[in-house]
């Protein structure tokens, strides 16, 4: 809990806890009744899948060897920064280590707040699209998505569309991406599925694009992938306000053609923007977080 004004530059979190989903980090600014970040840690840290614990290397966000998060937001505030990291399991957690390093320092009145939001959802084949993020007004820019996918369907997953409605677009989206494999870096089908013979999905890892974990499964678990984008150099500016969202689509390779898949994604957003901002909607029950 910091007074004044000034910029955090680096959040370290680690915990005995192994269900990382349990804890729910918040983070208010100048006073805010709402919190303008709340995700579940491991989410917000790319380390969406309880069950996959993995290292991340890239430049805003690094997971280091064992569970070491940590965050290289820039994150100013002019008032007031408050943090908070709540408990949502059955247990009592025996360790939580934690450092926040600022600069105390005037903030420039043009400066934006940073934003970050957790979604989840199991899209269907009548409307197989996943909101990462709505709801937001003001002026500001976009930076980050992540996102830990659950496949639920035999094949190839990724052709869904990553797309931006901005500034009142609703029909059709301002910026459209290629399939889900090219908005994160990838081409043909992250090496996947008879592109490369005999090839699985390739983990990697760089410092705005990654694929930093993948559980193919056991027959009776789903194959689990755990991807982020950081729009750093490409970040995506809006006036009045933004919508992202990813479709969950497919390839049916004995048809050859596109199919509309029911898939459980979970996503964060990274944004900054100017305050207020429009309040968050209730996270899932703890039941219902990506806990798997």
């Known amino acids: 809990d ?152 035999s094949g190839w997953w990724g052709e869904g569309e990553v797309k931006f409605f901005i500034d009142g677009d609703d029909k059709y989206p301002t910026i459209c991406d290629n399939g889900t494999e090219d908005y994160f870096g990838g081409a043909w089908n992250f090496g996947a599925y008879g592109v490369i013979p005999g090839s699985s999905e390739v983990v990697y890892s760089t410092p705005y694009i990654g694929v930093p974990a993948l559980f193919v499964g056991n027959g009776e678990s789903p194959k689990k992938l755990s991807m982020y984008r950081f729009h750093i150099e490409d970040c995506i500016g809006f006036e009045k306000d933004i919508k992202v969202t990813v479709d969950t689509i497919g390839w049916q390779t004995d048809r050859k053609k596109y199919k509309h898949l029911s898939e459980d994604v979970a996503s964060v957003a990274f944004w900054y923007q100017s305050e207020p901002h429009v309040k968050f909607k209730p996270l899932p029950p703890r039941e219902k977080l990506f806990d798997r």
Not at 96 to 104: G, I, R, S, T, W
Not at 121 to 133: D, F, G, K, W
Request: aromatic share 14%; glycine share 8%; proline share 5%.
């Open 2 to 153: 910091i007074s004044g004004s000034g910029t955090i530059k680096n959040i370290f979190i680690t915990t005995d806890r192994q269900r990382f989903s349990e804890m729910i980090i918040r983070i208010f600014w100048d006073g805010e009744t709402e919190p303008s970040v709340e995700c579940p840690l491991g989410a917000f840290f790319c380390m969406g899948h309880d069950g996959v614990p993995h290292t991340v290397n890239s430049l805003p966000v690094v997971v280091a060897p064992y569970r070491g998060l940590n965050a290289y937001w820039s994150m100013p505030f002019r008032k007031r920064a408050r943090i908070e990291l709540e408990n949502r399991g059955d247990t009592f957690s025996e360790i939580v280590a934690y450092k926040v390093l600022y600069h105390a320092e005037p903030i420039s009145d043009d400066a934006c707040y940073f934003h970050a939001v957790y979604r989840r959802s199991v899209t269907s084949e009548e409307y197989p699209r996943h909101v990462i993020l709505d709801n937001v007004q003001g002026r500001g820019v976009y930076v980050g998505t992540y996102l830990a996918w659950t496949v639920l369907n």
